[in-house]
């Protein structure tokens, strides 16, 4: 039984390994090209966008007091939202999917390198419908749909 067991968790975290692997395009658009396609495919979907978090102006300022002089990305933000419709539905099919929202899609670039754009990976079942929802609009916004 102590096997099984054992063999059921080592599933289970490679499943949820999988989960955590990003979807990421790339493009050659310029960074706010690439900004200003996200938001306008957010807003197309009817959907609001909670937050913008510059996560690549907060690396790059405290950069020099944690110790290191690298710059990671010229340009990296995350933008937050959520939809109340497939939220509802995904949570009334399992509560604790609240674990997931809002929903992340980041656009970041690295010095010397394409502007990427992407989104953490769900699990299987529900959740999905919401990684759809993130593919359809991460692909909007490049002009990929």
Do not use: W
Request: glycine residues 8%; charged residues 20%; contains cysteine.
């Amino acid at each position: 039984m102590r096997q099984i067991l054992i063999a059921a968790a080592l599933c289970a975290t490679a499943a949820t390994a999988l989960a955590d692997q990003p979807v990421v395009y790339t493009t050659e658009d310029g960074f706010d090209d690439v900004t200003f396609g996200l938001e306008n495919a957010i807003l197309g979907e009817g959907l609001v966008i909670d937050a913008v978090s510059h996560t690549g102006d907060m690396l790059e300022r405290t950069k020099g007091d944690v110790g290191s002089d690298e710059t990671l990305y010229t340009n990296a933000e995350i933008y937050s939202f959520c939809s109340a419709t497939l939220s509802r539905k995904v949570m009334e099919a399992d509560p604790m999917n609240l674990q997931y929202c809002p929903y992340n899609i980041f656009v970041a670039q690295r010095p010397g390198e394409p502007v990427m754009i992407g989104y953490r990976t769900f699990p299987e079942g529900e959740m999905q419908e919401i990684q759809q929802l993130l593919d359809t609009i991460t692909r909007a916004a490049i002009g990929l749909d």
